[in-house]
């Protein structure tokens, strides 16, 4: 995989002989004499060559049949939403990306979607939230944003598929290098590439992959080109230069957020540290076994004294930079609670962690010194 993605797959432009593929800025293509469009492509909000290394690196990465770029991750999610139809029946975890359900939980139910909310990590609550109607979709997020619940993707997209359900996965915090839910048995698999595949903090994108070449994607393929979800071509080739680092930055992400996850751990001040890669963590031992090569760069803190300590440690850190986001190069802190508002699941005293790629010891003491002066 680390070679595969440091070369985008080794592809070089025929045209030019060029090792990084060329930006098509057109947005429309010469029709044949004869009124025919031979080349596949007659208008780039369905089509258009900039889209398409990315995509194949991302489709080789999930070992996919198929991968589409959307306009971000929203979008890319969304579409898998709105390919279903009004009265469709899809179950979705209660902990999950705050953005999509809210959409769900408002455009979702506008359009007749019938979402039943569970504990993915409950597959007892799994199976009879299956046998209670039918079920079109399961909608899986895993390590789950921001208390990175586990969902054991293989049996619960097993006893989906015994109900006869689609499983599609938010995959973003695990990225095709550390889990790849489509040879666990899910059919798609969503990121948004604004996050680890891009790594950059500086492009906005999302993807879609696909084991089949099935009618509902299809449908997701005809959506993304109806709707216009697309990703600019610069977007694109950013997001492609971005990638080619991919393994290497998850690589130190994951293990300096193993070892910041375990100092946090023996600090009095610290009341929980929640990561999937501590053996204390509820789902460390699904994690173990559909995470290989860590556990993934986010962790959450919970701070002792309160929220009023944890935002006052936010405010102190001079490394982590307060902003939302996750999955770049450089360390983020937020509060997630104060965001989240009403009906989050997320506890006022949590800090959620993007670990980057700086010095792991200096990220670690100038979070100590923040959580021990604001918990003071
Ligand atoms: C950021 C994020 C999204 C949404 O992606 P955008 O690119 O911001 O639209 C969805 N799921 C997860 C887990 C995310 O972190």
Redesign the pocket.
Known sequence: MQTRVAQALGEIDQASGSLIAPIHVSTTYLRDADNQYRSGRIYSRADNPSYLPAERVIASLENAIDAKLFA????A?TTVFQALKPGDRMLAPKVM?W??RNWLKTFGADMGLQVRWVDMDDLAQVRSALAEAPTRLVWI?TPG?PLWTVTDIAKVSDLAHQHGALVAV?S??ATPVLSRPLELGADIVMH????YLNGHSDV???ALASRENSEFWQRIVRLRAQSGNVLGPFEASQLLRGMRTLVLRVKQSCEAAQWIAEQLEQLPSVAAVLYPGLPSFAGHEIAKQQMQGGFGGMLSVRISAGEAAAIGTAARTQIWKRAT??GGVESLIEHRASIEGEGTPVPADLLRLSVGIEDPQELFEDLRQAIEAASA
């Open positions: 971000s991750g929203n979008a999610a990306y953005a999509l997020e944003n938010d973003t915090v948004s590439a604004t996050k906005i994108a999302g986001s996750l």
